[in-house]
């Protein structure tokens, strides 16, 4: 099966993406948009793999769970990857919480070193995708609609299963990793009389 793994967004950020989506495909074309159930910070994408390897991933991180709070990012703008005068891949990058996602990151590539997976050679960049260009091409700032810098709390890690079709990609989640609150272990009351 085709598995990546992925700090999960909010529903409310998927649909406020939408609408952005929406008034960017207004202005640009050849770009095949990614639908909300799409949306999502891809931590590490790992293409075939078998149901035993899934599940020795999940086992090296399941202790990830101990290591990260839940913790709040914000939208930065929208960008493009390679860059916007050869846009290939348009994404929205974050401000806020990209040292603690890009944490999680490295802690991942760790972890699954044993199991035989290479460490990314890149620098990792959080980021939610909005669509993929067909071609090569600019994207201009005038076709970029300002973001409202919304926040939101990543609260889990999922493996997702991308099962290819002529519409698109259909995600499914295999299994999720939550990241435990603080607050809740003391009680919830931390002052001092």
């Known amino acids: ?6 700090l ?13 989506i929406k008034i960017m495909a207004s202005r640009i074309t050849g770009v095949r948009w990614v639908k909300s159930e799409g949306q999502h910070i891809t931590l590490k994408f790992f293409g075939e793999l078998d149901e035993a390897m899934v599940e020795n991933i999940r086992t090296r ?3 990830i769970d101990d290591k990260f709070e839940p913790f709040e990012a914000t939208i930065k703008g929208i960008d493009a990857f390679p860059n916007k005068r050869r ?70 890690l999922v493996m997702f299963r991308s099962t290819l079709t002529p519409q698109g990609a259909i995600y499914s989640p295999l299994w999720e990793i939550g990241f435990k609150s603080r607050k809740s272990e003391t009680g919830g009351n931390d002052e001092k009389t």
């Open 1 to 6: 099966m085709r598995v990546f793994l992925a």
């Open 8 to 20: 999960e967004i909010s529903p409310t950020v998927k649909e406020y993406l939408q609408g952005i």
């Open 61 to 63: 991180l399941l202790s």
């Open 87 to 156: 846009a290939r891949v348009i994404v929205v990058t974050l401000e806020k919480g990209v040292d603690i996602a890009k944490a999680i990151f490295n802690d991942i590539e760790v972890a699954l070193l044993p199991l035989g997976f290479e460490g990314e050679k890149r620098d990792y960049t959080p980021h939610i995708t909005l669509g993929r260009k067909k071609e090569q091409s600019p994207i201009l700032e005038r076709d970029i609609p300002d973001l409202n810098g919304m926040r939101f709390i990543v609260d889990r």
